[in-house]
């Protein structure tokens, strides 16, 4: 599939913020549960995750504004809680850059879903 995030950052204030938009455009979604040894029982449908919030870097701190499944599923406020308290345990626990490893991706993925 594709991966496609625009994102912008104000650097300047006191709190700086990386403010983000992403689509995950997916086409095999058993292919994927395979690569991060998730669950194996996916159809082979595509789907569409669009995320979108922002980043506090200094303070390891996350916030959701959108999270939503081929506008079939839309997060509630209180998904959106649980969406980020798991994101600022599992993957901002040791830092901004450690987030993109793959280990703590799938660790994040198996607490959400």
């Known amino acids: 599939g594709k991966i496609i995030c625009e994102g912008d950052s104000?650097?300047?204030?006191?709190?700086?913020?990386?403010?983000?938009?992403?689509?995950f455009d997916i086409k095999d979604k058993k292919k994927l549960s395979k690569k991060i040894s998730?669950?194996?029982?996916?159809?082979?449908n595509t789907f569409i995750l669009r995320v979108s919030g922002d980043l506090n870097v200094l303070n390891k701190k996350i916030n959701?504004?959108?999270?939503?499944i081929d506008n079939?599923?839309?997060?509630?406020?209180?998904?959106?809680?649980?969406?980020?308290?798991?994101?600022?345990?599992?993957?901002?626990?040791?830092?901004?850059?450690n987030i993109f490893h793959i280990s703590k991706i799938k660790n994040f993925l198996r607490e959400i879903i």
């Open 38 to 44: 998730l669950l194996d029982k996916y159809n082979d």
């Open 64 to 68: 959701f504004e959108e999270i939503s």
């Open 10 to 23: 104000i650097i300047t204030e006191d709190y700086p913020r990386l403010f983000f938009n992403c689509n």
């Open 72 to 97: 079939l599923y839309t997060a509630n406020n209180e998904d959106m809680e649980y969406f980020k308290y798991s994101f600022e345990k599992v993957l901002f626990n040791e830092g901004f850059f």
